[in-house]
């Protein structure tokens, strides 16, 4: 009798939690001049070019036309961003050969000689650069017939968009290896940089220089677990500090959910593709009690189709009660600090159970992986939203605002003028008072309603730079 009461419980909560999701009603709007009015005259020596060349009095005019512009600009760097992921693919996936993976030291060696030696390669540069190139025939053989792999469609039909026929090994091979030397100047690029800005000897400057690093580069969708786990201890000094009240976060925004196609800490392609951080937000918000299961609402905001139609599809299963199974995989030598590995450990004790993770194959390396089936009723609470935060926002009725705000590796695709057009973005869309938790610096102007009001450094591991620096920014209650 106590199983039938509680089975039904559960069953009425799950109807009440979809009920919720559904009836969640938004409409993109545009940022629109004047509101860009104020960005714009502070920025007036950096504007874009076709800003920059009009009058102020002809901004507005041209405004429309512009954001429509950028924003198909910004949505066509997605493509490079998947041709990113292709070759993290290419380095260290274990679905399409047995060939071993190229470690980041072999990367690191690659870029070295390809600056200083080119044509006479250390041994070991020359032995990583056949692993690279046997690794690009193995992948090329299995984009020609890739079956049900779903990595593998999605990377054929990336090969097919860049003109290039799938049956054609040899040109697809030229085209693979010429991405993996793309990527390698890239990050030499990157390092030099963040060198330079290092030297300067100040650290807020030296963020500032990360926060903005990527802004030529395509966007990318993957993904990983360490960053929620800085989220996590933000959260919960915040908390702890009496600015964020128990129960007080309903209504949650994800800018760049992510998709892990190529997991971003190691490239592990052993499991079925997968979101985290939405799951992760609303486990950490559970477990720190900020909110209650059954007033929660979670909604993404992201560019790509393939992410927005991965959580579709998800709420869409999760609405016939089907599960999701998140994967999380660790690689005992990366020396993760003993709380970051308890983070791994406990994740999903709050919205799931765990099980059996999949088998972890040979080439793979001495990973373990833990796995955690997600209840549907929280999976069916994530609901999708084709927005760029550059130029696009939800309009929200008042008092409908959200509580929380989270944006991490997002801002740094984008340069000092389109971060501050994307806050504006996000202080619109914040209630007075609610947070922006993001791992990048934001320029705060005179007129913005969103200042920082304290940051956590939190560290992942004993290698040099791994951890993140996350800001708390918040919107003026007051106004």
């Known amino acids: 009798m106590k199983r039938a009461v509680r089975w039904l419980a559960l069953s009425l909560l799950t109807l009440s939690l979809l009920a919720q999701a559904q009836t969640l009603q938004w409409r993109v709007t545009s940022l629109t001049y004047d509101e860009a009015k104020p960005i714009l005259q502070a920025m007036s020596e950096i504007l874009p070019v076709e800003l920059r060349a009009v009058t102020p009095s002809e901004r507005a005019s041209v405004w429309p036309k512009w954001v429509a512009q950028r924003d198909a600009e910004i949505r066509a760097r997605l493509l490079q961003g998947d041709e990113d992921s292709l070759v993290n693919f290419l380095l260290f996936g274990t679905s399409f050969t047995r060939r071993p993976r190229v ?6 060696q690659l870029g070295r000689n390809k600056d200083q030696a080119p044509a006479n390669p250390s041994a070991d540069a020359a032995a990583s650069l056949a692993v690279v190139q046997a690794r690009a025939d193995d992948l090329a053989r299995a984009l020609a017939a890739p079956g049900e792999n779903e990595r593998l469609l999605v990377a054929r039909r990336l090969v097919e968009k860049k003109g290039h026929q799938p049956s054609n090994r040899a040109q697809v091979k030229e085209y693979l290896l010429a991405g ?23 650290a807020t400057e030296e963020f500032i ?24 201890q933000s959260l919960a000094t915040i908390k702890a500090r009496g600015l964020l009240a128990p129960g007080s976060v309903r209504r949650v925004a994800i800018i760049g959910p992510g998709l892990d196609f190529t997991d971003k800490q190691d490239g592990y392609d052993f499991y079925p593709p997968q979101t985290i951080q939405p799951f992760a937000i609303m486990d950490t918000l559970l477990r720190l009690s900020l909110a209650r299961l059954e007033a929660l609402q979670l909604t993404t905001f992201d560019l790509s189709p393939r992410v927005n139609d991965h959580l579709r599809r998800a709420q869409q299963r999760a609405q016939r009660g089907l599960s999701y199974v998140v994967q999380l995989p660790r690689d005992p030598q990366a020396t993760w600090r003993p709380e970051a590995i308890a983070y791994w450990a406990s994740f999903g004790d709050r919205i799931g159970t765990s099980v059996p993770p999949v088998a972890v194959p040979a080439g793979a390396g001495e990973v373990k992986v833990r796995a955690v089936r997600l209840r549907p009723a929280i999976v069916s ?99």
């Open 103 to 108: 470690t980041l030291q072999a990367l690191a």
């Open 180 to 202: 993996v030397a793309r990527v390698l100047d890239e990050q030499a690029t990157y390092a030099k940089v963040l060198e330079s800005a290092r030297l300067l000897g100040n």
């Open 209 to 232: 220089e990360r926060s903005k690093l990527y802004r030529h580069r395509g966007l990318s969708s993957d993904t990983s677990l360490l960053p929620n786990f800085a989220l996590e």
């Open 381 to 479: 609470l994530v609901t999708p939203a084709d927005v760029n935060i550059v130029l696009q926002r939800l309009d929200l009725p008042a008092g409908a605002g959200f509580d929380l705000i989270i944006a991490t590796n997002i801002f740094v695709y984008y340069d000092v003028f389109e971060q501050s057009l994307a806050a504006a973005n996000v202080e619109r869309m914040l209630r007075p008072g609610g947070f922006l938790l993001s791992n990048n610096a934001l320029l705060e102007l005179p007129h913005s309603r969103l200042h920082s009001i304290g940051y956590q450094t939190t560290v992942y591991s004993d290698r040099p730079n791994d951890g993140d620096h996350t800001v708390w920014y918040q919107r003026s209650p007051s106004r």
